[in-house]
């Protein structure tokens, strides 16, 4: 069974910083892209930062050049750095991962159980 372990979120004044972290553990043969996405009140989930197993980068128009997606492979574990924050980035962000449980198992969606990230004076 996967796991997606995320923590870091919290209360923060606009322009301020936080560290988003996530965890895998359990069954992994191996994960492929991992990523991040958010949903605040009233709004769809979208996209935020999604990044592959070979390093490459993507970004949401909103957060680009403010925020930053990371890996290390070797801790199975994927990282938001969020600088210079913005009331409009309050919403609940949820980790993202394909994971591949086993070497006779497909390939499969994983989701963390979300973390609030509020901005506010």
């Known amino acids: 069974q996967v796991q997606l372990v995320e923590s870091g979120g919290g209360l923060v004044q606009p322009g301020g910083s936080l560290r988003l972290s996530c965890a895998a553990s359990?069954?992994?043969?191996?994960?492929?892209?991992m990523g991040w996405y958010r949903q605040a009140p009233g709004k769809q989930r979208d996209l935020v930062a999604i990044i592959s197993s070979s390093g490459t980068t993507n970004y949401a128009r909103s957060v680009k050049g403010r925020f930053t997606i990371s890996r290390d492979n070797a801790k199975n574990t994927v990282y938001l750095q969020m600088n210079s924050l913005k009331p409009e980035d309050t919403a609940v962000y949820s980790c993202y991962a394909v994971i591949r449980p086993t070497i006779s198992t497909r390939y499969n969606d994983y989701w963390g159980q979300g973390t609030q990230v509020t901005v506010s004076s």
């Open positions: 359990g069954s992994i043969f191996s994960i492929g892209a």
